[in-house]
Protein backbone atom coordinates (compact mmCIF):
# COMPACT_ATOMS: atom_id res chain seq x y z
CA UNK A 1 0.00 0.00 0.00
CA UNK A 2 1.10 3.54 -0.85
CA UNK A 3 2.17 5.79 1.86
CA UNK A 4 3.22 9.16 1.69
CA UNK A 5 4.93 11.42 4.40
CA UNK A 6 5.57 15.15 4.41
CA UNK A 7 8.40 17.15 6.87
CA UNK A 8 8.09 19.06 8.19
CA UNK A 9 4.40 19.31 9.09
CA UNK A 10 4.99 22.80 9.97
CA UNK A 11 7.81 25.64 8.97
CA UNK A 12 7.65 29.13 9.67
CA UNK A 13 10.16 31.37 8.14
CA UNK A 14 10.82 34.69 7.54
CA UNK A 15 10.19 36.98 4.19
CA UNK A 16 13.05 36.14 2.16
CA UNK A 17 14.00 32.73 2.91
CA UNK A 18 14.89 29.97 0.88
CA UNK A 19 13.00 26.38 1.92
CA UNK A 20 12.89 23.05 0.94
CA UNK A 21 10.01 21.11 1.60
CA UNK A 22 9.85 17.31 1.46
CA UNK A 23 7.98 14.27 0.20
CA UNK A 24 8.72 10.70 0.62
CA UNK A 25 6.64 7.50 -0.67
CA UNK A 26 6.87 3.98 0.15
CA UNK A 27 6.55 2.42 -3.42
CA UNK A 28 8.32 3.91 -6.38
CA UNK A 29 6.25 2.43 -8.59
CA UNK A 30 4.06 5.66 -9.69
CA UNK A 31 3.04 7.40 -12.97
CA UNK A 32 4.13 11.19 -11.89
CA UNK A 33 3.81 13.27 -8.91
CA UNK A 34 2.14 16.48 -8.50
CA UNK A 35 2.60 19.32 -5.66
CA UNK A 36 0.01 21.34 -4.77
CA UNK A 37 -0.76 24.66 -2.73
CA UNK A 38 -3.67 24.24 -0.36
CA UNK A 39 -5.16 27.75 0.99
CA UNK A 40 -7.16 27.38 3.98
CA UNK A 41 -10.95 25.92 3.35
CA UNK A 42 -9.95 26.21 -0.08
CA UNK A 43 -9.52 23.89 -2.95
CA UNK A 44 -5.94 22.73 -4.67
CA UNK A 45 -4.22 24.40 -7.10
CA UNK A 46 -1.77 22.71 -8.66
CA UNK A 47 1.85 23.77 -8.87
CA UNK A 48 4.24 21.29 -10.62
CA UNK A 49 3.63 17.75 -12.03
CA UNK A 50 6.41 15.86 -12.67
CA UNK A 51 6.52 12.60 -14.89
CA UNK A 52 7.65 9.32 -13.28
CA UNK A 53 10.75 9.48 -16.09
CA UNK A 54 11.75 13.15 -15.24
CA UNK A 55 13.88 14.80 -12.42
CA UNK A 56 12.67 17.72 -11.92
CA UNK A 57 10.49 21.21 -12.90
CA UNK A 58 10.71 24.35 -12.62
CA UNK A 59 7.94 27.28 -12.21
CA UNK A 60 8.75 30.73 -11.58
CA UNK A 61 10.13 30.75 -7.69
CA UNK A 62 9.40 26.73 -7.46
CA UNK A 63 11.68 23.96 -8.39
CA UNK A 64 10.53 20.03 -7.50
CA UNK A 65 12.59 17.11 -7.88
CA UNK A 66 12.38 14.05 -8.25
CA UNK A 67 14.14 10.59 -7.47
CA UNK A 68 11.95 8.10 -8.00
CA UNK A 69 14.01 5.01 -6.95
CA UNK A 70 14.49 6.30 -3.45
CA UNK A 71 11.22 7.75 -3.23
CA UNK A 72 11.62 11.16 -2.20
CA UNK A 73 10.63 14.37 -3.70
CA UNK A 74 11.68 18.05 -2.88
CA UNK A 75 10.05 21.43 -3.17
CA UNK A 76 12.54 24.24 -3.35
CA UNK A 77 11.02 27.82 -2.90
CA UNK A 78 13.14 30.63 -3.17
CA UNK A 79 13.21 33.92 -2.11
CA UNK A 80 9.66 33.28 -0.38
CA UNK A 81 7.15 35.85 0.37
CA UNK A 82 3.96 36.17 2.94
CA UNK A 83 1.73 35.52 -0.15
CA UNK A 84 3.12 31.70 -0.04
CA UNK A 85 1.80 31.05 2.91
CA UNK A 86 -0.55 28.45 2.78
CA UNK A 87 -0.03 24.07 2.97
CA UNK A 88 1.33 22.42 0.65
CA UNK A 89 0.62 18.74 -0.14
CA UNK A 90 2.42 16.23 -2.55
CA UNK A 91 0.82 13.40 -4.23
CA UNK A 92 1.54 10.42 -5.84
CA UNK A 93 -0.57 8.86 -8.97
CA UNK A 94 -0.44 5.26 -8.62
CA UNK A 95 -1.87 4.48 -11.74
CA UNK A 96 -5.87 5.40 -13.07
CA UNK A 97 -5.00 8.89 -11.91
CA UNK A 98 -5.36 7.73 -8.57
CA UNK A 99 -3.78 10.57 -5.85
CA UNK A 100 -2.50 9.31 -3.34
CA UNK A 101 -1.54 12.48 -1.06
CA UNK A 102 0.39 13.45 2.32
CA UNK A 103 -0.65 15.45 4.93
CA UNK A 104 0.69 18.37 3.98
CA UNK A 105 3.93 21.12 5.31
CA UNK A 106 1.88 24.23 6.68
CA UNK A 107 3.99 27.18 5.72
CA UNK A 108 3.92 30.36 7.16
CA UNK A 109 6.24 33.14 6.10
CA UNK A 110 6.36 36.46 8.21
CA UNK A 111 6.65 39.88 6.74
CA UNK B 1 -11.19 27.42 -20.95
CA UNK B 2 -13.98 27.29 -17.59
CA UNK B 3 -11.84 25.43 -14.39
CA UNK B 4 -13.64 22.83 -12.46
CA UNK B 5 -16.69 24.08 -10.56
CA UNK B 6 -18.66 22.58 -7.72
CA UNK B 7 -21.88 23.15 -5.78
CA UNK B 8 -22.72 23.29 -2.87
CA UNK B 9 -20.44 25.19 -1.47
CA UNK B 10 -21.04 24.50 1.88
CA UNK B 11 -23.81 22.42 3.47
CA UNK B 12 -25.30 21.26 6.09
CA UNK B 13 -27.09 17.77 7.17
CA UNK B 14 -28.56 15.75 9.81
CA UNK B 15 -27.00 11.81 10.91
CA UNK B 16 -29.31 9.48 8.68
CA UNK B 17 -29.94 12.12 5.78
CA UNK B 18 -28.71 12.00 2.18
CA UNK B 19 -26.07 14.81 0.09
CA UNK B 20 -25.72 14.95 -3.38
CA UNK B 21 -22.67 16.91 -4.46
CA UNK B 22 -22.13 18.26 -7.81
CA UNK B 23 -18.94 18.76 -10.13
CA UNK B 24 -18.26 20.40 -13.80
CA UNK B 25 -15.44 19.19 -14.87
CA UNK B 26 -13.07 21.49 -16.91
CA UNK B 27 -13.47 21.78 -20.37
CA UNK B 28 -12.25 18.91 -22.51
CA UNK B 29 -12.04 16.84 -20.00
CA UNK B 30 -13.48 13.37 -19.48
CA UNK B 31 -12.41 11.99 -16.48
CA UNK B 32 -13.85 13.16 -12.86
CA UNK B 33 -12.40 11.92 -9.51
CA UNK B 34 -13.59 12.46 -5.81
CA UNK B 35 -11.74 13.19 -2.51
CA UNK B 36 -12.83 13.08 0.76
CA UNK B 37 -10.15 15.40 2.77
CA UNK B 38 -10.73 15.57 6.64
CA UNK B 39 -10.15 18.62 8.97
CA UNK B 40 -5.98 18.55 9.37
CA UNK B 41 -5.72 15.55 6.83
CA UNK B 42 -4.55 14.89 3.17
CA UNK B 43 -7.34 13.98 0.60
CA UNK B 44 -8.84 10.77 0.12
CA UNK B 45 -9.77 9.08 -2.87
CA UNK B 46 -13.18 7.81 -2.99
CA UNK B 47 -13.46 6.69 -7.00
CA UNK B 48 -13.45 8.18 -10.21
CA UNK B 49 -15.33 8.13 -13.50
CA UNK B 50 -14.19 7.75 -16.95
CA UNK B 51 -16.46 8.17 -19.84
CA UNK B 52 -19.85 7.62 -17.08
CA UNK B 53 -18.32 4.17 -16.17
CA UNK B 54 -16.59 4.09 -12.87
CA UNK B 55 -13.43 3.23 -12.99
CA UNK B 56 -11.31 2.58 -10.00
CA UNK B 57 -12.72 2.80 -6.15
CA UNK B 58 -11.13 3.64 -2.78
CA UNK B 59 -11.81 2.36 0.74
CA UNK B 60 -15.02 4.23 0.77
CA UNK B 61 -17.92 1.91 2.37
CA UNK B 62 -21.28 1.61 -0.69
CA UNK B 63 -23.46 4.30 0.80
CA UNK B 64 -20.79 6.27 -1.17
CA UNK B 65 -22.12 6.47 -5.18
CA UNK B 66 -21.54 7.98 -8.27
CA UNK B 67 -22.06 9.24 -11.09
CA UNK B 68 -21.01 10.27 -14.49
CA UNK B 69 -23.63 12.60 -17.25
CA UNK B 70 -22.28 12.48 -20.87
CA UNK B 71 -21.02 16.12 -20.43
CA UNK B 72 -18.50 14.13 -18.25
CA UNK B 73 -19.74 16.52 -15.09
CA UNK B 74 -20.49 14.03 -12.26
CA UNK B 75 -22.25 13.86 -8.51
CA UNK B 76 -21.30 12.30 -5.56
CA UNK B 77 -24.01 10.73 -3.23
CA UNK B 78 -23.66 9.83 0.16
CA UNK B 79 -26.77 7.87 2.17
CA UNK B 80 -27.19 7.12 5.51
CA UNK B 81 -24.68 9.99 6.95
CA UNK B 82 -22.33 10.18 9.90
CA UNK B 83 -20.81 12.09 11.45
CA UNK B 84 -17.06 11.05 10.25
CA UNK B 85 -18.77 11.95 6.94
CA UNK B 86 -18.52 15.59 7.97
CA UNK B 87 -15.10 17.16 5.54
CA UNK B 88 -14.36 19.04 2.57
CA UNK B 89 -15.29 17.13 -0.35
CA UNK B 90 -12.75 17.77 -4.00
CA UNK B 91 -13.76 16.79 -7.31
CA UNK B 92 -10.74 16.73 -9.50
CA UNK B 93 -10.72 16.33 -13.51
CA UNK B 94 -8.23 15.15 -16.00
CA UNK B 95 -8.21 14.50 -19.67
CA UNK B 96 -8.05 10.40 -20.30
CA UNK B 97 -9.09 7.37 -17.53
CA UNK B 98 -5.25 5.85 -17.09
CA UNK B 99 -1.89 7.47 -17.28
CA UNK B 100 -0.10 10.05 -16.66
CA UNK B 101 -1.83 13.24 -16.99
CA UNK B 102 -2.71 16.42 -14.65
CA UNK B 103 -5.40 16.18 -12.41
CA UNK B 104 -7.39 20.16 -11.96
CA UNK B 105 -9.07 20.13 -8.56
CA UNK B 106 -12.38 22.63 -7.84
CA UNK B 107 -12.95 24.53 -4.83
CA UNK B 108 -14.69 22.14 -2.92
CA UNK B 109 -17.89 21.40 -0.99
CA UNK B 110 -17.76 21.92 2.60
CA UNK B 111 -20.06 19.07 4.12
CA UNK B 112 -21.21 19.46 8.21
CA UNK B 113 -23.37 16.51 9.72
CA UNK B 114 -24.47 17.53 12.63
Known amino acids: KQEVTQIPAALSVPEGENLVLNCSFT??????LQWFRQDPGKGLTSLLLIQSSQREQTSGRLNASLDKSSGRSTLYIAASQPGDSATYLCAVNTGFQKLVFGTGTRLLVSP | ETGVTQSPTHLIKTRGQQVTLRCSSQ?????VSWYQQALGQGPQFIFQYYREEENGRGNFPPRFSGLQFPNYSSELNVNALELDDSALYLC?????????????FGPGTRLTVL
Open chain 1, 27 to 32: DSAIYN
Open chain 2, 92 to 104: ASSLGGRGKNEQF
Open chain 2, 27 to 31: SGHNT
